[in-house]
């Protein structure tokens, strides 16, 4: 009897393990069921627009309203005219499958045998994913209006372009096949569900045929289909003539003078945004980030003492917080004006360059938060680089589409973090070949960031009774 019971306490976890792997894309369904129950219809945001139009309006009506005075989102809306108006049952198993295919897409944006050297790769997407901040998950892909626009567009942009990034790291540039239909016809119509992920998807996939032809002397007759395809799709959004009316309202009601400041003052709006979103909005991932740099440039041979500094440099997102956010006996409050004085640069008029009437406290704070992040910025972008090569570049040149677009919107200020999603997952995609060179203790920490996020999400939904974030 004894023997028996020492047996089976090595063959249950084993099984367990087993069907975690062989069952991975349903456990996450699962998991992510789960959280999207938790959503309710907001009645004080577009989820009660949707919900009277499709009252209202039959869907060809609808879809050539909005077409004329609003938004080419015709996916996404027309998918909102449907779930708004159906049990909310309904939307938490598309939202799940959503999540899931955002999950499988990026796993298999690594080549087939990377993925066989960790079973668990899945896993450690999902782990990676739960690093982006609360608010980030939260306004896009737990909230009805936020998932079909965000959620859904970044899960089929990352699917229509995982297997030409797989090829990035195979040799001969094979891999990137995307001969199947749903492939084919992913990125263009991921333009009608969202700009911003069309547009920076479509940049890997520009620097992907380049690439190839570059090093290889190949031209791929897909990826240069859906190239086309896509610019068409752009090209059908740019001319629809609800644009000019939408710009107009977004104007009046988010950013009354955009049309009238000049494009440096623009610019420096458009820094603070980029620096707030990067280092406070998307601050759990950079710190991940962050520590996984750290580890590799510490493995480098032949160190000197500028690899060193970096290792430290690099620590910095995470320690922070612990210092001055309540984990420790004695504070620090000079800490958040020398690392987060982002909205400082708002005293500087760029057309009145007198300096001197404006404190000197202000002008320093403003330029060790400044200094110290553009430097922080800098050496990650070329550790990124360096350790994942062309694909990384690719990733980047597409990250920093995703961020610039918004120079030119006005909406800016409207769309909240929800916008930082399609950024954040392209971060994910960045570090997910080099994090199995990482050992289990940090991939524990990255674990317990995760868990911490998910529970932040949690309690905060219970505070809002359960109603999105953002």
Excluded at 224 to 248: C, D, E, K, Q, W
């Amino acid at each position: 009897m004894l023997n028996y019971m020492k047996t089976n306490k090595k063959i249950y976890p084993k099984k367990i393990l087993l069907l975690l792997v062989t069952h991975k894309y349903l456990v996450i369904f699962i998991g992510f069921l789960i959280l999207s129950s938790f959503v309710r219809i907001d009645t004080l945001s577009d989820d009660n627009f949707f919900q009277s139009a499709g009252k209202n309006y039959d869907l060809l009506g609808f879809l050539q309203i909005r077409y004329n005075t609003w938004s080419t989102r015709f996916l996404a809306e027309g998918l909102l005219y449907f779930f708004t108006n159906l049990p909310i049952m309904f939307w938490r198993i598309a939202n799940a499958a959503a999540w899931t295919l955002l999950i499988f897409s990026i796993t298999n944006s690594l080549p087939k045998v990377h993925r066989n050297k960790n079973k668990y790769t899945a896993y450690i997407v999902v782990a990676l994913v739960f690093a982006i901040n609360a608010s980030i998950l939260a306004s896009s892909g737990f909230q009805v209006t936020g998932s079909f626009n965000y959620i859904l567009a970044v899960s089929l942009g990352i699917y229509s372009s995982s297997n030409i990034l797989a090829s990035f790291l195979v040799k001969n540039g094979s891999g990137g096949k995307n001969n199947s239909i749903s492939k084919l016809i992913a990125l263009p119509l991921t333009i009608f569900i969202n700009e911003q992920v069309g547009l920076s998807i479509l940049v890997i996939y520009i620097l992907y045929v380049i690439y190839l032809y570059s090093k290889y002397r190949i031209i791929k007759t897909n990826e240069l289909v859906i190239i086309m395809m896509t610019f068409l799709s752009l090209a059908i959004v740019y001319f629809a003539p609800g644009n000019h009316a939408r710009l107009t309202a977004e104007v009046k009601n988010w950013y009354p003078n955009f049309l009238t400041i000049s494009a440096v003052f623009k610019l420096k709006i458009f820094i603070i945004w980029v620096f707030t979103s990067l280092v406070i909005k998307m601050s759990l991932l950079l710190s991940v980030c962050g520590l996984i740099i750290s580890y590799l440039v510490l493995k480098i041979k032949n160190k000197k003492l500028i690899h060193y500094l970096a290792a430290v440099i690099m620590l910095v997102p995470i320690a922070l917080p612990l210092i001055n956010t309540g984990y420790t006996v004695i504070q620090y409050p000079e800490i958040d004006k020398l690392f987060y004085s982002f909205d400082f640069l708002n005293v500087y008029s760029l057309y009145k360059p007198n300096l001197p009437l404006y404190p000197s406290s202000t002008l320093f704070y403003t330029f060790t938060t400044y200094s110290f992040w553009t430097v922080y910025m800098v050496i990650l972008i070329y550790y990124f680089i360096k350790f994942t090569k062309f694909r990384g570049l690719s990733i980047l040149m597409a990250f920093t589409a995703s961020m610039g677009i918004f120079y030119f919107s006005p909406t800016l200020f409207a769309s909240g973090n929800r916008i930082l999603l399609l950024p954040s997952a392209l971060i994910i995609l960045i570090i997910l070949p080099i994090i199995n060179k990482i050992p289990n203790g940090y991939k524990l920490i990255i674990l317990c960031i995760s868990t911490l996020n998910i529970i932040t999400l949690l309690l905060i939904w219970m505070g809002n009774g359960f109603t999105s974030i953002y």
